[in-house]
């Protein structure tokens, strides 16, 4: 299974984007959003476990980030509101049968980046 992140882009302070990682055939595992920023390691920034039940949303974008999966659980999302200058970075989406948030080097399938940055 391939994974195809998109929907990055440049949104000011305040604003919306809406990442989507789409799989080539179903997908029926945890998935997650990391992401690393210009001279900093990688962090997750939310996981969602295989039939839902765990999530994780690290504390900086709790309240602003939501991920979601579609019902044929080929497509993930995460939309993020009220974006800030230091959410600017490279997302990546994973995958895993099993819930490995918050390490990202535990997941077994990786997309590849799309860059978000947040200017003024």
């Known amino acids: 299974v391939q994974l195809q992140a998109s929907g990055g882009g440049l949104v000011q302070p305040g604003g919306s984007l809406r990442l989507s990682c789409e799989a080539s055939?179903?997908?029926?595992?945890?998935m997650g959003w990391f992401r690393q920023a210009p001279g900093k390691g990688r962090e997750a920034v939310s996981c969602?476990?295989?039939?839902?039940?765990?999530?994780y949303y690290r504390d900086s974008v709790k309240g602003r980030f939501t991920m979601s999966r579609s019902d044929d659980k080929k497509t993930v999302y995460l939309q993020m509101n009220s974006l800030k200058l230091e959410d600017t970075a490279v997302y990546y989406c994973?995958?895993?049968?099993?819930?490995?948030?918050?390490?990202?080097?535990?997941?077994?399938?990786y997309g590849q980046g799309t860059q978000v940055t947040v200017s003024s």
């Open positions: 994973v995958a895993d049968p099993w819930f490995r948030c918050p390490y990202y080097s535990a997941y077994q399938t």
């Open positions: 055939g179903s997908l029926d595992s945890a």
């Open positions: 969602l476990g295989r039939d839902g039940s765990n999530t």
